[in-house]
Nanobody, 128 residues
Framework: QVQLVESGGGWVQAGGSLRLSCAAS????????MGWFRQAPGREREFVAA????????YYADSVKGRFTISRDNAENTVYLQMNSLKPEDTAVYYC?????????????????????WGQGTQVTVSS
């Protein structure tokens, strides 16, 4: 089994920054990809960013491109989401997720149904 634990959420004013972390554990943790999603009240869970566990391929939602950066530390089994220039519309619970098997089609990264394990989420609140 795989466990994912997010941290780093909190309250920040618009224009500020936060860095989320997602620490993975479990003997079977060997992902093909990791992703960040978010869910605001009354809205569906939406894709934010994703990275393959090896190599340099990353994907971003248009709404965060140029402001958010996903990175990882394979030795520490941790993935990060650096969030800059935050806006009130970024307010949501942020979840990390992992995908076990190969996934090469870009659009599949955007669908939360294509991920196998999820963390419990961390709240990010951006005030105007």
């Amino acid at each position: 089994q795989v466990q994912l634990v997010e941290s780093g959420g909190g309250w920040v004013q618009a224009g500020g920054s936060l860095r989320l972390s997602c620490a993975a554990s479990g003997r079977t943790f060997s992902p093909y990809a990791m992703g960040w999603f978010r869910q605001a009240p009354g809205r569906e869970r939406e894709f934010v960013a994703a990275t393959r566990w090896s190599g340099t391929i990353t994907y971003y939602a248009d709404s965060v491109k140029g402001r958010f950066t996903i990175s990882r530390d394979n030795a520490e089994n941790t993935v990060y989401l650096q969030m800059n220039s935050l806006k009130p519309e970024d307010t949501a619970v942020y979840y990390c997720a992992s995908r076990k098997s190969i996934m090469t089609v870009r659009s599949r990264y955007y669908d939360p149904n294509n991920y196998d394990y999820w963390g419990q989420g961390t709240q990010v609140t951006v005030s105007s």
